[in-house]
């Protein structure tokens, strides 16, 4: 899928777009989480696209990214804190040290992937 976008901010590879909808409603577009339904929706994307603020950029993603997102936003974390909970109880840590092991895990988890492109998104310029 494809539509229009305009730079509001890039920091690094860190590029802030405002979605140009002609004619898509949240529901069609598929581009935020849960399909916020807004009169404006703007997403957050990591990118190597040589763009400035107020640049029109072509956005591209795939249908499919909405199952690996679930994945990796919801239930591979789920998976990890189980994992890390389990190894550090089998360990003889205590339980108390064990939760916050776990929780420390997935803070870690989400800081590495916060910087990685897991949503699929490409952008060029128009």
Do not use: H, Q
Not at 16 to 24: A, C, P, Y
Not at 51 to 69: F, L, N, P
């Amino acid at each position: 899928n494809r539509v229009k976008g305009k730079v509001i901010k890039k920091d690094g590879r860190r590029v802030e777009l405002e979605i140009i909808r002609s004619g898509l409603t949240c529901s069609t577009c598929g581009l935020c989480l849960f399909g916020r339904k807004r009169p404006s929706c703007s997403i957050t994307v990591s990118s190597d696209a040589d763009v400035a603020s107020g640049d029109i950029v072509e956005i591209d993603y795939s249908e499919g990214r909405g199952i690996w997102m679930a994945f990796l936003m919801f239930l591979f974390p789920a998976v990890l804190f189980l994992i890390i909970l389990s190894a550090s109880l089998m360990l003889n840590v205590n339980e108390a040290a064990s939760l916050l092991f776990s929780a420390a895990g997935i803070v870690v988890y989400f800081f590495i992937i916060k910087e990685k492109n897991i949503y699929g998104i490409k952008i060029k310029k128009k």
